[in-house]
């Protein structure tokens, strides 16, 4: 296949001084090696040759004239070409990426003892991408925990796709939220999405980092520079053990479909004690609020019914009022789960 010989800074050129040129070409009705439109400067010479390598002039070598070409009838010899080339490298470039694909499955398949038992991956993009791929080769099982308010629509909507897919291939899959992800809309969504598919999703008061393990032979958790970075993990123990915190955690939690009104009023006195055992503690705002996964004007209205249920006007006496009843925010009220046959 011919291969055009020119480039982007030839259609630069082509696009200004080339164009000029031929339309004063095609105004005058020709034009001579000498003529001085392009003999006078380097730049006008380059464009002329541009323009009869590009076919657009022709020359009638009886008076020795160029001549303007009709371009529509030259245009079909420049853009066909480079169509075809690029047709050529999308379907090669296809090609590739389905090699490549195949040995990406087999590297992360392969034993931990031949490729480490950490691996850590940098870049939004590639996290994504390994995460995408990863949960496209599972055959078994998804355990994720996602702690609310590092997820944007966007994200879920990905999440929902790919976690559909992988549930309609037969997956179990078991979700953990903190109770705040209830009050968000396209959480909802999401969870309505996968649930429908045979998902459990559940919701607990407590802070917890991201964690997805496949087929309990990978984990995937955050990097210590944060969300941008996450490193993989392999080594059987650690991986055993993670597992284990997760199905602990997971004992706790209350299903995201159960909305009832006792699982409600135990979920609204999960987060009352969570924000007393954070104020006790002396935590910041924006520390306590991440805990909870709310907002820090949420947290400061959680503090604000504090406030008022123990008639405080400031945090130390609230403080001083809940510390001389002996409250620690461990208190357990008692469970209203029988008016709830859900939980």
């Avoid at 850590?120 to 994504?128: F, K, L, N, Q, Y």
């Avoid at 991408?129 to 925990?145: C, G, I, K, R, Y």
């Avoid at 939220?177 to 649930?195: D, G, N």
């Avoid at 479909?257 to 009352?272: L, P």
């Amino acid at each position: 296949m011919w291969v055009p010989n020119y480039g982007p800074a030839d259609r630069a050129i082509f696009e200004s001084r080339a164009s000029e040129l031929f339309e004063d070409i095609v105004t005058s009705g020709g034009i001579k090696d000498d003529d001085p439109r392009i003999s006078g400067d380097e730049e006008s010479r380059t464009a002329f040759d541009l323009l009869v390598r590009l076919n657009l002039l022709t020359l009638d070598t009886a008076d020795q004239v160029w001549h303007a070409v009709d371009p529509t009838t030259v245009q079909a010899q420049v853009v066909t070409p480079l169509g075809t080339q690029g047709a050529e490298l999308l379907s090669e470039s296809t090609q590739w990426a389905r090699a490549f694909a195949g040995l990406a499955q087999s590297w992360r398949r392969s034993s931990h003892t031949e490729r480490g038992p950490f691996t850590e991956i940098r870049g939004p993009d590639a996290v994504s991408a390994f995460l995408a791929s990863s949960v496209a080769d599972a055959e078994e099982e998804l355990l994720t925990a996602q702690p609310q308010g590092l997820r944007d629509g966007a994200t879920l909507d990905a999440a929902a796709r790919r976690d559909t897919a992988a549930l309609e291939r037969g997956l179990r899959m078991r979700i953990l939220y903190q109770h705040s992800a209830r009050r968000s809309s396209i959480t909802h969504k999401y969870v309505a999405a996968v649930t429908a598919r045979g998902a459990e999703v559940r919701t607990l008061d407590e802070f917890f980092n991201r964690i997805i393990v496949i087929d309990r032979r990978i984990a995937v958790i955050p990097g210590a520079e944060g969300p941008a970075t996450a490193l993989v993990v392999r080594e059987p123990n650690m991986l055993a053990y993670l597992v284990d915190i997760f199905e602990r955690t997971w004992e706790r939690g209350r299903p995201f479909t159960n909305r009832g009104t006792a699982a409600q009023r135990d979920i609204a006195q999960e987060q009352r004690q969570m924000t007393i055992r954070m104020l006790i503690e002396g935590h910041a705002d924006p520390a306590s609020a991440k805990r909870l996964g709310v907002s820090p004007r949420t947290y400061a209205g959680y503090i604000a019914d504090l406030k008022e249920e123990f008639e405080a006007e400031t945090r130390f006496q609230l403080g001083y009022t809940m510390g001389r009843q002996g409250m620690s925010g461990n208190e357990r009220p008692e469970s209203t789960e029988s008016e709830d046959p859900d939980r």
